[in-house]
């Protein structure tokens, strides 16, 4: 029975990417898979329940880019890449990253990998003395700017993202107050 529940998964973050959290309802996903609801139910208990693990399909999908980066010897520059590719992943999945985002306003927990792996690279930008601020300090402010440029990308009240002119410019700025260089 794997296989029904790989299918609902499936359809359920295809209905999610999309055309959003507002179309993925049980019976939409039911009727794409081919299931009855008692079907889901088995599988994920609720809507709810198919919700989180839609949001943990995203976020893996989106942890396994970030795990692939490869890396250099240059850690500033990994960094730069790991940041960069957060905001090419919320431009090419806008709807999966607002419902990630807004599932973690709840469950903050389950952005600890992916702050994990931000705070390893931070770490190895300290180790080759690039640093100019403590570990800490520099973990907040990349994660503060990182995850307000993916929000303001997904959800502007101008309904238009910013340009990549714009974040550009942002993470220039960060990069420079961390490491003296954009």
Sequence with gaps: MAGVKDTLLDVAYRVLEEEGASALTTRRVCEEAG????????????????????????????MARKRAL????????????SCEQVLEFAVAHPAVTAAVMARAVELPSMFSQAYALMRHRIERCAKSDAL??????????????????ALSIVASPTGTSPSRQTTRAALDALFRGLFGKA
């Design 132 to 149: 100019r601020v403590p570990v800490e300090q520099a973990a907040e402010h990349v994660w503060a700017v990182i995850q307000g440029l």
């Design 70 to 81: 490869a890396q250099t010897s240059d850690p500033v520059a990994d960094l730069r890449a």
């Design 35 to 62: 299931v009855t609801m008692p079907t889901l139910y088995h599988h994920f208990g609720n809507r709810d329940g198919l919700l989180s693990a839609v949001h943990a399909v995203a976020l893996e999908k989106f």
